[in-house]
């Protein structure tokens, strides 16, 4: 659920700024609150308040069970791992306001990639004002992350370099397409059996 900061966050009464932009454990944006009112809504569901994105103004931080959520990053990092060998990574690029049309385009590219066995770098490109608000970036990752749970994981987790915002995932087992059998070989053995009707 969600994604978090690349370094390991900072957590409840750790986060020292006054006030936050707030995400709800359901992932509706709650806007800026202050911390006191930010830690007791995770409080009262017994969940986390954990800053996902610390160099923002203010602060974005969002209620999660962070426990569960790195236990299930660690197994599916894990098994993504398995019986990987000589992968190539792509990079696909967005646009902190880009439109739905655009949107599911970039992401047919990015399963294409995923399905042929690639890593894919997600860059979210910030311009001029939009710096000020990183949580539009966040939410497009996020909602990528969600799209794609049931054939990749997050390998590297959201970071801010420079003017943009970047996140590496990878395809889960399973989900790699096999390569078939080459055209060549297929015709080599239609070649072979024209020949033995002759023979014959």
């Known amino acids: 659920m969600g994604t978090i900061a690349a370094q390991e966050p900072r957590l409840n009464e750790e986060i020292k700024a006054r006030e936050v932009r707030l995400i709800s454990y359901s992932g509706e944006q709650m806007g800026i609150s202050s911390i006191a009112a930010a830690q007791h809504m995770a409080d009262e569901e017994g969940l986390d308040l954990v800053e996902i994105a610390p160099g923002a103004q203010p602060p974005v931080c969002r209620v ?115 390569k078939s059998p080459s055209a060549k070989g297929s015709r080599k053995g239609s070649s072979r059996k024209s020949e033995e009707k002759k023979e014959r």
């Open 64 to 178: 999660m069970d962070y426990g569960k959520f790195k236990y299930d990053q660690a197994i599916k990092a894990k098994q993504a791992r398995k019986n990987q060998s000589k992968i190539e990574t792509k990079e696909m690029k967005f646009r902190p306001k880009i439109d739905v049309g655009d949107y599911d385009t970039k992401k047919k590219h990015v399963l294409r990639f995923l399905s042929t066995g690639s890593k894919v770098k997600i860059t979210i490109m910030f311009r001029g004002r939009e710096m000020a608000h990183p949580e539009q970036g966040l939410s497009i990752l996020e909602r990528l992350s969600d799209d794609l749970k049931d054939v990749a994981v997050i390998e590297s987790q959201p970071k801010m370099e420079g003017r943009n915002m970047h996140m590496l995932i990878a395809p889960l087992p399973g989900t790699v397409k096999k």
